[in-house]
């Protein structure tokens, strides 16, 4: 028992000067001091791994892992709204859609008819795969026994970066830049010439000229129009799996214990009747307060009358000359724009002689709409664009 209490003394008195000269500028941070000794790899780790130097950040003053504030964190509730089918091939999803009708011919008595018949053509859509592992030293992780904490706090970044990385591809994806992605929708309306492409027939020039253009998309999102594609036989959706503790290399080569996240999300878009989506292209944000701004409520209206068959709320076409009326569950409707626009929308929506923009709840979540049709913001939708001719 002496010993013990001569033992405890004698560590008292230690820590006690210790403290001293931390305090005398003479011995550095116990977090520095960290960072050079008793860990292999801890120097020579950067880049993508957590070093001490991140962990000690990551701390409140009682040393406990901090609440951090997300301040890359955006909005893109596309990724709320869109409509996810199964794919009908492994890597793929194929679409028939009809090209060319078949034509009458009038008949003179005793003169015969040719035969006729439809032409169709097949679309196909590709998915990509965006994958990626968290990898967090054991020691770091484990250090002040907050290690499901502390793992958290590095994965739940993981997660918002991936989404955003789908936001844009959903809008901007070229796959004949970047093969291993998905199409997005601004390659399929990338111009306002119909004799360019057929689908400039559903794109709207609002006049803007330079390179501070901005985007406005009604989309509607249903089985038989446009929806998200996910791998035949595969789970839908980011996947997050927790790998346990594994056996890693430094940058050296040399061998680490460390716990590892492995995320997962494989995507793609199919526009299956491209009428159904419009953009209103080319809006300059640098004249939107000022006298020769877009006119954002027209283009709308021009945007609403562009789709075949709406809601009756929205416009009067409820109806089509086809066989099942055009009836065909297109899905549900939504207008995308970047906070730049949405806030010019909402200024709009307060005004009295205002009568097609309103402050409605959607879902139980306050929301302004046109003629019943929600407008959402998505941060991923650029105020850079370049002038669609």
Known sequence: ???????????????????????????????????????????????????????????????????????????????????????????SHKTTVRTGLPQGTWRLLNYGVPNGKSTTAQVVDTMGNLETYSVIDKDIADLNGNTAEFRLSEDMPFLEGMNQQMAETLFYGNTSTNPERFMGLSPRYNSVSTATAQTANNVIDAGGTGSTNASLWLVTWGPNSCHGIFPKGKIAGLQHKDMGEWPVADANGNTYQAYRTHFKWELGLTVRDWRYLVRVANIDVTLLSGGNAANLINAMIRAVHRVPTTPRRVSTEQRTDAPNGGQMSMGRMAFYANRTLRTYLDIQAVNKTNVLLRLEEWDGMPVTTFRGIPIRTCDQLLSTEARLV
Do not use: C
Request: without cysteine.
């Open 1 to 91: 028992m002496k010993l013990l209490t001569n033992r405890f003394w004698q560590a008292a008195i230690l820590l006690l000067a210790l403290g001293l000269l931390y305090t005398l500028g003479l011995l550095p941070h116990p977090h520095e001091a960290l960072m050079g000794v008793g860990f292999a790899g801890a120097t020579v780790l950067g880049g993508n791994a957590v070093t001490y130097a991140d962990w000690a950040k990551r701390l409140d003053p009682d040393g406990n892992v901090a609440t951090i504030i997300e301040l890359l964190s955006q909005t893109n509730e596309i990724m709320d709204d869109m409509l996810l089918v199964q794919s009908n091939g492994p890597t």
